[in-house]
């Protein structure tokens, strides 16, 4: 059974960091991405990573503070926030595709996590 698990979101101030993880049970995929969605808002691209070549695509809005990578022996993808802003409280969603290719589409991704909390304080 193939399982997506997020963990690691949480409360944190402006200018913070929180680290993301996710993983992947049932079966290796060939690209994960990471999503999040607001209240009241569409689900929008943050970052994504090819599994075996590890090249990266990245939000602008994120782009020199968020860090995805992988571990490859945990089937684990992490995404590394720092300096965290009020408008990045969502909650965060790691998706995983069966092509490869770090896809910026929500449309691509064929296994979606449960969520997990993130709420950054002013």
């Known amino acids: 059974q193939v399982r997506l698990v997020e963990s690691g979101g949480g409360l944190v101030q402006a200018g913070g960091s929180l680290r993301l993880s996710c993983v992947a049970s049932?079966?290796?995929?060939?690209?994960y991405g990471w999503f999040r969605q607001a209240p009241g808002k569409e689900r929008e691209f943050v970052t994504a990573?090819?599994?075996?070549?590890?090249?990266?695509r990245y939000a602008d809005s994120v782009k020199g503070r968020f860090t995805i990578s992988r571990d490859t022996a945990r089937n684990t993808v992490y995404l590394q926030m720092n300096s965290l802003k009020p408008e990045d409280t969502a909650v965060y969603y790691c998706?995983?595709?069966?092509?490869?290719?770090?896809?910026?589409?929500?449309?691509?991704?064929?296994?979606w996590g449960q969520g997990t909390q993130v709420t950054v304080s002013s």
């Open positions: 990573i090819a599994w075996r070549i590890g090249s990266t």
């Open positions: 998706a995983a595709r069966t092509w490869s290719g770090a896809s910026s589409s929500p449309q691509d991704y064929d296994y």
């Open positions: 049932g079966r290796i995929f060939s690209s």
